[in-house]
C-alpha cells in the first residue's frame, strides 16, 4: 500500500511538471481500481433500472445490445483482475442465459453478447458457451440475406436492410463476435463472412474525405446547425472501439488485417483533431466545440481505441498519448457522487442532448474499456 501511494504522488507531481506528450500514464493499479469500482457500480445495478430516465424495453434484456456492450467489456476487467469475482460474474450470468446470443438471427445487436460468451469458453465453459452462437451463425450462412445496405425511403416497398451490418454501431456489435468463433471453431467461414459484410458496409458509409463514418445512409444529405456533415460520436466510437476488438482477433499473416490497420490508422487521424480541450469528443463530431455537452459513452469508446493503438504499436504514442490521458481524465469528471457514470447520451441514432446524471450499460462499457487500454499503457 505504501508503494502505490508513494508512486501515485510521484505521478501527479510528474503531470503538473511534464508536457502532455511527455507525462506518464496513471499506474495500472489505480486504473484498475477505478475500473473495478464502475464494474462493481454496474453490477449492483443490473435490475432496478429506475435510473434509466428514457429506458426501452429492451434494456432490461440481457442479451440486448444495451447490456450486451457492458457483458463483453467487463471481460476487460477480469482479465486484468488477479480475483474470480467479473469472471464468475460473466460466467453466471451465461449459464443464467442458457449461453443464447439475442433472438433475432440476423441483426447485429443481438451477436455482441456472444463475444462474452465466446471469452467464457476459451476459461472453462467450453463447448456449451460456443454452441448456441454457432448453431445461429450457421443459420446466417446457410441462408445469408442479400437486401439492399441503404436504409428503406419512408413508403417504399423495399425490404428493410437491417438484416445486414447497415449501421455503424453493427461494426462494433458482430465482427468480432464471428471472428473470434472462427478462431475457436478453425471454421474460415466466419471471418470470411465478417470480412464481406464489413467491407461492403465501410464502402457505403466511411466518408472518405471526414475518414468518418455516416451512422447510416440517412444521413448522407443531413447537416447539422452550421451547414456541418452529421457524424455521430457514439457511432463512430463504435467503429473505432470495435476494430480494437477486431484487429487483435486477425492472424498477422492474415492478408486482410491491413485493410482493418489502414481504416483504424485513418479514424484515429481524424479523431485526434476533434477533440475539445477539456478531454471530451462533442456528440456531433464536427458541431461547434464550445456549444456542445460533454459526452461519455464516444469519449469512452476513442480512449479505447487511441490507447489500444499506441499500445499494439500502430498510433506513434508522441502524437496520441495526450488525447488519451485527457480522455481518460474526462471520464473521471463524468463519474457523479452516486458513482454512477455520468454524460452519456441515451439510446439513439444521431446526435442529442445530453445530462450530467444520464447513463447507461454502454456507457459503463465504453469506460470498462477505455480503462483497460489505459492500464496496458503503464509500463510492466
Known amino acids: 500500500m505504501a508503494f502505490r501511494l508513494v508512486r501515485m504522488f510521484a505521478w ?19 486504473t484498475l481500481d477505478k475500473m473495478k469500482t464502475m464494474a462493481d457500480w454496474q453490477l449492483a445495478h443490473l435490475d432496478d433500472l ?12 440481457p442479451r440486448d445490445w444495451q447490456q450486451g456492450a457492458f457483458w463483453a ?31 433475432r438471427i440476423y441483426h447485429a445487436d443481438d451477436h455482441i453478447i456472444a463475444a462474452a460468451w465466446l471469452w467464457a469458453a ?22 445469408p440475406r442479400n437486401v439492399p445496405l441503404t436504409v428503406r425511403p419512408e413508403g417504399s416497398t423495399q425490404e428493410e436492410c437491417w438484416d445486414r451490418w447497415c449501421w455503424c454501431d453493427a461494426l462494433f456489435m458482430a465482427p468480432p463476435t464471428w471472428w473470434a468463433l472462427g478462431n475457436i471453431t478453425g471454421d474460415p467461414r466466419y471471418a470470411d463472412f465478417a ?8 464502402d457505403l458509409l466511411f466518408d472518405k474525405s471526414e475518414s468518418l463514418f455516416f451512422r447510416d445512409s440517412r444521413f448522407f444529405d443531413r447537416r447539422g446547425a452550421h451547414g456541418e456533415k452529421l457524424f455521430w460520436s457514439r457511432g463512430n466510437g463504435w467503429v473505432f472501439s470495435g476494430l480494437a476488438r477486431l484487429i487483435p482477433l486477425i492472424d498477422a499473416k492474415d492478408p486482410r488485417r491491413a485493410y482493418y ?22 456528440p456531433s463530431l464536427l458541431g461547434d466545440p464550445a456549444s456542445a455537452p460533454d459526452e461519455t459513452s464516444g469519449t ?30 474526462a471520464l473521471q469528471r463524468a463519474i457523479q457522487p ?33 480503462g483497460s487500454a489505459v492500464f496496458d499503457l503503464d509500463a510492466d
Open 338 to 370: 452516486d458513482g454512477r457514470l455520468g454524460w452519456v447520451q441515451q439510446v439513439s441514432d444521431r446526435p442529442e442532448a445530453v445530462k450530467a446524471e444520464d447513463t447507461q450499460f454502454y456507457g459503463v462499457g465504453a469506460y470498462l474499456l477505455a
Open 261 to 282: 490497420v489502414a481504416l483504424f490508422e485513418k479514424m484515429a487521424a481524424k479523431l485526434v483533431t476533434l477533440q475539445r480541450p477539456n478531454g471530451y469528443w462533442p
Open 50 to 61: 429506475s435510473y434509466i430516465p428514457a429506458r426501452a424495453p429492451s434494456t432490461s434484456n
Open 300 to 329: 469512452g469508446f476513442f480512449v479505447h481505441g487511441l490507447g489500444w493503438g499506441i499500445k499494439a504499436g500502430i498510433l506513434p504514442r508522441d502524437r496520441y498519448l495526450p488525447a488519451v490521458l485527457k480522455g481518460w481524465s
Open 73 to 103: 467489456a467487463l471481460t476487460a476487467v477480469a482479465d486484468r483482475s488477479k480475483g474470480s469475482r467479473f469472471r464468475d460474474a460473466i460466467v453466471a450470468k451465461g449459464v443464467a442465459l442458457d449461453w443464447q446470443p439475442g433472438d
Open 12 to 30: 501527479l507531481l510528474l503531470a503538473t511538471a511534464l508536457p502532455a506528450a511527455a507525462q506518464p500514464v496513471p499506474n495500472r493499479f489505480q
Open 195 to 202: 470480412h464481406k459484410e464489413y467491407v461492403a458496409t465501410t
Open 122 to 143: 476459451k476459461l472453462g465453459a467450453g463447448d456449451a458457451a460456443v454452441t448456441p452462437i454457432r448453431a445461429r451463425f450457421d443459420q446466417v450462412l446457410a441462408a
